[in-house]
């Protein structure tokens, strides 16, 4: 009696399907106290993930528990992916790294780019994992590509601080800290101001990388931002060719992740 069928509920669409408890318990291992000693006969995959779950990708993740076979696609991904880590079904967790991975050798254009950028950003909060593979494979991207999607998305309004943050930490590459100070420097020329997203990169870009990499570009922008007399915000002396930074927002390191 304790394995009778139940009631697996998705909010916020109301989404209800029936399904075997002895299944969900064999891949769910939290589930099985649930169910036969507190006796829960509704399953709440949101309560239960702690995140929305939509209809849709709590089906397809209930029938992939019962087939053994699963299909992530560019639109059920990021929940499947978010339920496998946050139920702790390894093997569901696995395929989707592994879908993610083909998603990045095979994205070239900007916006199947962002898409990967976006998908790693969303699932943060559950997992390190999708940042961790993200980032190397732009870092090594062709110069040029690189230096492309960085413009593109940069001039994005709007950005979270999840999505400058992902970039901030692509400037841990020697190119990246490159191609972001040339962005940052191509879009001062051109307007005569920061963006709001390109000035919460550049208070947070590492100085010491900054220097030791393209210093001759970093003091190239600074000077342009005295220039354009915005030296209220962005204050600095050189002293034997180094920049030494007065406002407190400019020496705070860049945030870790």
């Known amino acids: 009696k304790q394995w009778y069928q139940r009631r697996v509920r998705a909010w916020p669409d109301g989404w209800t399907i029936r399904a075997n408890s002895a299944i969900l318990a064999l891949n769910i291992p939290v589930l099985e106290e649930m169910i036969t000693k507190q006796q829960q006969t509704t399953i709440d995959m949101g309560s239960l993930s702690g995140r929305l779950v939509g209809g849709e990708s709590a089906q397809h993740f209930i029938e992939a528990l019962y ?7 560019t639109t059920n991904f990021p929940q499947l992916a978010m339920l496998a880590t946050v139920l702790k079904v390894s093997w569901i967790d696995y395929r989707c790294q592994k ?8 994205s070239t254009d900007y916006p199947s780019l962002r898409y990967t950028v976006d998908t790693a950003v969303s699932l ?14 732009l870092q090594h991207m062709e110069t040029e590509s ?7 998305f940069l001039n994005e309004p709007d950005l979270s601080r999840g999505q400058l943050n992902f970039i901030l930490r692509l400037t841990r590459h020697h190119t990246a800290v490159a191609l972001v100070l040339r962005v940052l420097r191509d879009g001062l020329e051109s307007t005569g101001e920061f963006t709001e997203s390109a000035s919460y990169v550049f208070q947070n870009l590492n100085v010491a990388s900054c220097l030791k990499y393209d210093g001759k570009s970093y003091n190239e922008l600074l000077d342009m931002l005295f220039d354009a007399g915005l030296q209220q915000n962005y204050c600095y002396t050189k002293s034997s060719n180094r920049v030494y930074q007065v406002m407190d927002f400019i020496l705070k390191p860049c945030q870790r992740w």
């Open 67 to 73: 087939s053994g076979k699963v299909h992530p696609t």
């Open 99 to 106: 879908f993610y991975e083909r998603l990045l050798s095979t």
């Open 124 to 137: 943060k909060e559950t997992t390190d994992t999708y940042i961790e593979l993200a980032v190397p494979s």
């Open 146 to 152: 690189l230096f492309d999607f960085l413009r593109s």
